[in-house]
C-alpha cells in the first residue's frame, strides 16, 4: 500500500503544564493545574484547598468545592506540574531529539499565565512570549512546525479566584486578548493552532476554573469557551489567512454492545453527545437535538443575542481530535469520569492496557471515516499512544516492544483511512512524545514516550533523557513517510 499523501505530518505532543515545569520562573503567574496534586490509579488527585474557616482541606479534582473554599498551595505537598519533566530548562536537548527523529511538527500548550500572569493584565509578560520565541526557534533549526494548543485544560488562578474562571463573560474577553497577543507575535512562524484542548471532556476547578462542578455551571462554561473560540478563529484569518484553526476533541470511539435495537439506539444517543461539541465548533450552531439534552440535565444556557452570529462566524478549519481506545455501551451503561476513562463496559474481543484503557487500533479508521463524514473538513490526529510502565535495563536500553506494536497497528489503520477511504489527514502528532506526567493521575510512570525521562513518580530522579526503541522505530516512520512500519 502506498505512503501517507507527501507533506504529512508526524510528530508529538505534549502540554505545558504536564511538560513544561517552572511553574515560578519568567515572571509565570499561578496557573488553576498549580494546585492539584499527584494520584494514582487507586487514589485520585486532589485540589489542595484552605476552606471557608481557614484550615486545610481538598477536593477530588473534578468535583465542587465547599462553599468558601479556595484553592491553595502547601509547601508539603507535591504538585506535579510546578516542574513536571522540566522543558522550561531542557527545550533544546528534547527538540534536537525530535530532530533526529525526523519530526515535521510539534504539539505543545502555552501556558496562559506565563504571559498574561493574571489573566486580566492589558500588556502581556515579554519574557513569557520570548521563551516560546525561543522554543519556536530552535523548532525552525529541525524544520519542525509549531502545532500551537492556545489553551490545554487551564487557565490563570487570579481569573478562577476572582471571576469563577469560564462561568463568567469577562474571561471570554481575557482569553481572546491573550490569543490575540499569541496570534500576532507568532505570525508567519505557525500556522497551526488548537484554540482549546479536548472541550468535550474537561471540567473541574484545574480545568475550566470554575468552583462548582454542576451541570449549570459547567455547560455555561463551555459555551463561553465555544465563544472565545469563534471569535479568535475570525481573528486569527484577519491576522493571516493562512493560519489553520482546530480545535481539540476527546473522539475515542463507542461502539453498542449488543445488537439489541435498545443498545445501538443508546449508543448512538452517547456518541452524539460527545459529539456535539464539535458539531458546534465546526458547524457554527448548536445542533437541534442539544436541546433535549439541555432539557434531561435542566440546563438553561444564558444566551446573548449576538451570540449565535458570533458562532456562525468562526466555524473551525480542521476537526482535531485524540483518539486512545473504544468504549462499549449499553442502554444501562453510566458514563462517568474516573481515573481519566469515561466508563464503558468490558468488550470481550479487546485488550486493555494496565490503566484499562481497551486498545483498538480499528476504531481509529472507524473515527476518522465518522468524522470526515460528519464534517467534510481536513482531519488531524493531535493526540493518541500508549501509557504503559516502561523499565529501563541496566546498560540503559528501553524495549518498548508494545509501544511500537500499538503504534504500527494505529498507523495501518490511519493509512487505510487515507488510501483507501480517501479521508484528508494532515498529520499525526503522539501523545507525550518525551515521556510526561500522566493527566488522569499525576504518575510519571504512566510513560507514552519515545524518549525516556528518569523522574519518579515524585519528581526525583537527574532528569536525563534516553532513547527507547521506539525512538529508532520512529525515526523510519518519520524517514519513509510511515511505509515502513516494520520492526
Ligand atoms: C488527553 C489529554 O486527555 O489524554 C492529555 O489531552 C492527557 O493532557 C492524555 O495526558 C492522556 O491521559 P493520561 O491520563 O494518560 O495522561
Redesign the pocket.
Known amino acids: 500500500m502506498s505512503a501517507f499523501t507527501d507533506g504529512f505530518l508526524w510528530g508529538g505532543a505534549t502540554?505545558d503544564f504536564?511538560y513544561e515545569g517552572g511553574f515560578n520562573e519568567g515572571g509565570k503567574g499561578l496557573s488553576t493545574h498549580d494546585f492539584e496534586t499527584d494520584g494514582s490509579l487507586e487514589r485520585p488527585r486532589m485540589i489542595s484547598l484552605k476552606l471557608a474557616d481557614g484550615s486545610r482541606g481538598e477536593v477530588p479534582t473534578r468535583e465542587s468545592f465547599p462553599d468558601g473554599a479556595e484553592a491553595e498551595i502547601y509547601d508539603d505537598v507535591y504538585y506535579p506540574s510546578h516542574k513536571a519533566v522540566d522543558f522550561y530548562h531542557h527545550y533544546k536537548e528534547d527538540i534536537a531529539l525530535m530532530g533526529e527523529m525526523g519530526f515535521g511538527v510539534f504539539r505543545f500548550s502555552i501556558c496562559w499565565s506565563r504571559i498574561f500572569p493574571t489573566g486580566d493584565e492589558l500588556t502581556p509578560n515579554e519574557e513569557g512570549l520570548k521563551f516560546y520565541d525561543d522554543v519556536i526557534t530552535e523548532l525552525e533549526k529541525y524544520n519542525i512546525q509549531p502545532l500551537i494548543t492556545i489553551c490545554?485544560?487551564e487557565l490563570p488562578d487570579y481569573l478562577a479566584k476572582k471571576y469563577d474562571g469560564w462561568s463568567s463573560r469577562h474571561v471570554i474577553d481575557c482569553y481572546v486578548r491573550y490569543a490575540t497577543t499569541l496570534l500576532e507575535r507568532y505570525k508567519g512562524r505557525c500556522r497551526l493552532w488548537l484554540t482549546f484542548?479536548?472541550i468535550n471532556?474537561v471540567n473541574g476547578y484545574a480545568q475550566i476554573g470554575t468552583h462548582k462542578q454542576d451541570e449549570q455551571t459547567v455547560y455555561q462554561a463551555k459555551h463561553h469557551m465555544f465563544l472565545a473560540s469563534a471569535i479568535t478563529v475570525k481573528i486569527a484569518h484577519q491576522i493571516d489567512p493562512d493560519n489553520m484553526m482546530g480545535t481539540m476533541y476527546?473522539l475515542s470511539q463507542m461502539y453498542p454492545a449488543t445488537c439489541a435495537p435498545e443498545d445501538v439506539m443508546a449508543c448512538y444517543i452517547k456518541r452524539r453527545n460527545n459529539l456535539w461539541f464539535s458539531d458546534v465548533m465546526a458547524r457554527g450552531y448548536y445542533p437541534n437535538y442539544t436541546d433535549e439534552f439541555f432539557r434531561e440535565r435542566n440546563v438553561k444556557l444564558v444566551k446573548e443575542p449576538e451570540d449565535d452570529k458570533i458562532l456562525r462566524e468562526g466555524p473551525l478549519d480542521m476537526v482535531t481530535f485524540?483518539y486512545?481506545r473504544s468504549m462499549t455501551v449499553s442502554k444501562d451503561t453510566k458514563l462517568t469520569w474516573a481515573m481519566?476513562l469515561l466508563g464503558g463496559d468490558q468488550n470481550p474481543y479487546l485488550e486493555s492496557t494496565n490503566?484499562g484503557w481497551p486498545i483498538d487500533p480499528i476504531g481509529l479508521r472507524y473515527t476518522l471515516n465518522e468524522l470526515y463524514d460528519r464534517y467534510q473538513k481536513p482531519l488531524f490526529v493531535v493526540?493518541n499512544g500508549l501509557?504503559e510502565i516502561d523499565i529501563m535495563k541496566e546498560d540503559g536500553t528501553v524495549e518498548d516492544d508494545y509501544r511500537i506494536r500499538y503504534l504500527a497497528q494505529h498507523f495501518e489503520e490511519m493509512k487505510k483511512a487515507v488510501n483507501i477511504d480517501k479521508v484528508p489527514l494532515l498529520g499525526y502528532t503522539m501523545?507525550?512524545s518525551t515521556d510526561l506526567v500522566?493527566?488522569?493521575?499525576g504518575e510519571m510512570k504512566?510513560r507514552y514516550g519515545f524518549v525516556y525521562v528518569d523522574l519518579d513518580d515524585k519528581g526525583n530522579g537527574t532528569g536525563i533523557r534516553s532513547r527507547k526503541k521506539s525512538f529508532e522505530w520512529m525515526k523510519k516512520v518519520c524517514h519513509t513517510n510511515g511505509e515502513d512500519l516494520s520492526f
Do not use: I, P, R
Not at 500522566?438 to 493521575?441: A, D, E, P, Q
Open positions: 502540554s504536564q490545554h485544560d484542548n479536548e471532556a476527546a485524540s486512545y481519566g490503566w493526540e501509557g501523545w507525550g500522566s493527566l488522569s493521575t504512566k
